[in-house]
């Protein structure tokens, strides 16, 4: 079983929709948790970063972190076609690890 | 500044040659990490440096690959006697960490997409 477990989706939703994206994980040890953006054959790119427990706002993104259920979510209101991409979840010990930990990623489609 | 920049983007080989990869970070950035991604996947770590050391290998890193970071600015990633089973997306991600904390996350270059024939 992977430490991180993502649904693959593919997930369609029509332009303007509230999108929910979500991950689970194993080690209660993970303390950082980021959201990436990925377009087709591209790096990711980073979207949001938090640290433990809580909600952290970006303008349309929202993040949130449950440790004591294991959950990660992302919300993108007001979802827009230029949002069609992968995201990935990703988590990482403390600030001094050195390696992320990925899902494999949730395909995400906005229909004009 | 424009980012992590990777070289090249593309490259076909035949199985059984040996391909370099090139990451130059962030100017900056001080920790550099290699990751691998395959199709449907999330991206894999390798390893990652540390200004010039290596501080971190992942057991996905056989001894047919190797990457080096000689003076702590750019890292090459080179795989030996590549196998088919090496075709994937080679990522590189830059940092910048102090006094052991994060200070700026990973950003990640556009990758080197290796096809193995």
């Known amino acids: 079983q992977k430490e991180v477990e993502q649904d693959p989706g593919p997930l369609s939703v029509p332009e303007g929709a509230i999108v929910s994206l979500n991950c689970t994980y194993s080690n209660s040890a993970f303390q950082y948790f980021m959201w990436y953006r990925q377009y087709s054959r591209k790096g990711p790119e980073l979207l949001m970063y938090t640290y433990s427990s809580g909600n952290k706002e970006d303008g349309r993104f929202t993040a949130q972190v449950d440790k004591s259920s294991k959950y990660i979510s992302l919300f993108i209101r007001d979802s827009q076609p230029s949002d069609s991409a992968t995201y990935l979840c990703?988590?990482?010990?403390?600030?001094?690890?050195?390696?992320?930990?990925f899902g494999d990623g949730t395909t995400l489609t906005v229909k004009p | 500044d424009t980012g992590v920049s990777q070289n090249p983007r593309h490259k076909i080989t035949k199985r059984g040659q040996n391909v370099t990869f090139r990451c130059d970070p962030i100017s900056e950035h001080n920790r550099l990490y290699w990751y691998r991604q395959t199709l449907g996947q999330g991206p894999e770590f390798l390893t990652y440096f540390q200004n010039e050391a290596q501080l971190e290998k992942s057991r996905l890193l056989s001894d047919r690959f190797s990457a080096e970071r000689p003076k702590g600015s750019f890292s090459t990633l080179e795989i030996q006697r590549t196998e088919q089973g090496d075709s994937a997306m080679y990522l590189c991600a830059s940092s910048f960490m102090r006094g052991g904390n994060l200070v700026t996350e990973a950003f990640f270059g556009q990758g080197t997409r290796l096809t193995v024939v």
């Open positions: 990703a988590m990482i010990l403390n600030t001094n690890a050195g390696k992320s930990t």
